[in-house]
């Protein structure tokens, strides 16, 4: 495991940011939180990869609302993607605050 420096004040609010939409999301605490440090620590190692659980396309129903208007070539209209899974997507876009 890495070992990194102590959270930044802009660190911790995307952290709580984190949790309170993965909650929306339907995740338990346990897993937003996991989650959560999970790409607290991708940012802090620069990969350039998301996960669909922070992606504003990500639908209440579980699928991708950039697949069902085609912007994701050779993807199903109905794609369901997992979550969790780091991954790049060209039509990946970070959910803002509401």
């Not at 950039?66 to 997507?89: H, S």
Request: charged share 30%; with cysteine; aromatic share 12%.
């Amino acid at each position: 495991m890495f070992d990194r420096p102590a959270l930044t004040e802009r660190e911790v609010g995307r952290m709580q940011f984190r949790l309170d939409l993965f909650s929306r999301r339907g995740f338990s605490t346990t897993d937003a939180e996991t989650l959560a440090d999970k790409l607290a620590m991708r940012d802090w190692q620069r990969d350039d990869r998301y996960c669909c659980a922070e992606c504003a396309h990500l639908q209440e129903r579980g699928t991708c609302f950039a697949a069902a208007r085609g912007w994701i070539p050779n993807t199903a209209r109905n794609f369901t993607p997992v979550r969790t899974l780091l991954q790049r997507c060209e039509s990946f876009t970070f959910q803002k605050p509401a």
